[in-house]
């Protein structure tokens, strides 16, 4: 009944949005971004440090074939039936990589280590200081006026912000 009132329009974009961002993260599209990306854009996680450009391009490719596979199964009515079995049938298709890739290859690319930051450098979120490590570096002279925890030491020494010139009486 609401949603009658809602358009059309808004509705796809909203769907659009959602797919569109929703596809930020998953391994493979970032790897198919990865495919036009100079090499030396490439970000330090473990498909691109341990594994070659061109192999990970290769394995990438591989996962589009197979899915290509699937939407054209699913695709033609005549044989849609069978979809369930083509997608039981991913798994020998899977197998049959290890032909292909060495294993450590294959657990960059798709183990449980893949798409992990391996190059012992931190990403930008992980360089934000522990707020205990902070707190603990934080000055606390014995003159302060106000009976304050350290973490907040920072703030007492801005007098414009307290109002008060913190405990140096003249």
């Known amino acids: 009944p609401a949603l ?21 993260g ?3 599209f970032d790897r198919v971004a990865l495919c036009f990306i100079p090499t030396k854009h490439h970000p330090n996680v473990s ?9 990970m391009v290769l394995f990438t490719f591989l996962q589009a074939v197979g899915l290509a596979v699937l939407w054209i199964v699913k695709s033609i009515k005549t044989i849609a039936l069978a979809f369930p079995f083509f997608v039981v049938l991913m798994i ?13 290859e294959l657990d960059m690319l798709d183990g449980a280590q893949a798409g992990r930051n391996l190059s012992g450098e931190k990403d930008d979120k ?8 902070f707190a603990a570096d934080c000055p606390i002279t014995p ?15 801005s007098t414009s912000i307290i109002g008060f010139e913190g405990g140096n009486s003249e």
Do not use: C
């Open 4 to 24: 009658n009132l809602v358009p059309f329009a808004v509705l796809f974009g909203v769907f659009l949005y959602m797919g569109v961002s929703g596809m930020n």
């Open 143 to 157: 003159t302060t006026v106000a009976p304050l925890h350290r973490s907040l030491m920072g703030l007492v020494s």
């Open 126 to 133: 992980e360089e934000d200081m522990d707020f205990y490590a």
């Open 92 to 104: 020998p298709y899977r197998f049959l990589l290890k032909y292909i890739f060495t294993e450590e």
């Open 26 to 28: 998953v391994q493979f």
């Open 47 to 55: 498909y691109v440090q341990k594994v070659r450009t061109w192999r």
